[in-house]
């Protein structure tokens, strides 16, 4: 077993995960193992994926990949296809199964980038396209320090500042964004998947291994000029909800969970608690400086 840590979590893992963190801990709040897994898929079958809750346990299914199951945000079991490459599992593993062992552990879990500005922790929301890593991977540029990429993770749970914790030291930017961004050679990263351009980036360099209270949310979202400007509760509770990592994930199946009520208080308990805010700006890779200038100033002030 290969031991890791990741969003406070001390980690075992069959599976070698690279983009994790190491550890020499003791005792695993989590096992990553393989086995197989009793799912019956539906018939017709899938034609991509398949997701199926029941009690404390998620069964999470892939076409191209095999079928995972997380089980009371403490196990995750890997029933893989033959022949899955292990940089191919890894993808999913690291993404959405990780995001549903975190949902399991009642953090809420955001389709977001996160970035620490100064001393204070931000994150970055918004559709598929939006540039949440970009924009991370800009700051980082900048000299800031990473947090996570795709999924944030956040404890709301007796804490009247929401506390955002550290995912694990990686930025997945498309070839042109790890250029203009970070001066990177794409040539030079790994892809995240053989038949996908997007890239892996490292950041251990300048990763946060620590929580902090999370001091503000950006909803970026295109517009024709660069402005901040702060959302009204109801609007940011919408915002959130919609971000949301399991429920992009599960759609109409996630409003049939036991877990739909307190995912609405959590989105609520930050919107009354953080101030949330839209971050407009042009779709163009030019004008990156400026946006993550403007979001310096304003977390300084």
């Known amino acids: 077993m290969y031991n890791y840590t990741a969003y406070n979590l001390n ?102 980038s996160a970035m620490v500005i100064g001393d204070s ?24 320090k990473q947090m996570t990429d795709d999924a944030a993770a956040i404890n709301i749970n007796n804490y009247a500042s929401p506390i955002l914790l550290p995912g694990f030291p990686q930025i997945k930017l498309w070839p042109e964004a790890a250029t203009v961004a970070l001066g990177d050679n794409p040539e030079k990263l790994r892809k995240i ?3 996908v351009e997007k890239r892996a980036r490292p950041t251990v360099e300048n990763f946060l291994q620590k929580s902090l209270p999370l001091k503000r949310v950006y909803i970026l979202s295109q517009g024709s000029d660069i402005k901040i400007k702060p959302l009204q509760i109801q609007e940011a509770v919408t ?40 971050l407009e700006r042009p779709r163009s890779l030019d004008l990156l400086p400026k946006v993550a200038q403007l979001v310096e100033e304003d977390l300084a002030s």
């Open 193 to 195: 998947h053989p038949e």
């Open 11 to 112: 980690i075992s893992s069959a599976v070698f995960l690279p983009e994790l963190q190491t550890s020499t801990h003791q005792i695993a709040d989590v096992i990553i193992k393989f086995g197989k897994i009793g799912l019956t898929l539906p018939q017709p079958e899938p034609t991509w994926d398949y997701f199926h809750l029941e009690g404390d346990s998620a069964y999470l299914y892939w076409k191209v990949v095999g079928k995972f199951l997380v089980k009371s945000g403490r196990e995750i079991i890997i029933d893989p296809l033959p022949d899955v490459e292990e940089r191919v599992l890894r993808l999913p593993l690291l993404g959405a199964v990780l995001a549903m062992l975190l949902h399991q552990r009642q953090y809420l879990v955001l389709h977001a």
């Open 121 to 144: 922790a931000a994150v970055f929301l918004g559709p598929k396209g939006q540039g949440k890593s970009t924009m991370a991977a800009t700051l980082y540029g900048r000299g800031h």
């Open 239 to 278: 915002k959130l909800i919609a971000n949301s990592y399991i429920p992009m994930l599960l759609g109409k199946k996630f409003l049939q969970s036991e877990t739909t009520a307190l995912h609405l208080r959590q989105c609520t308990h930050i919107a009354k608690n953080t101030p949330i805010y839209s």
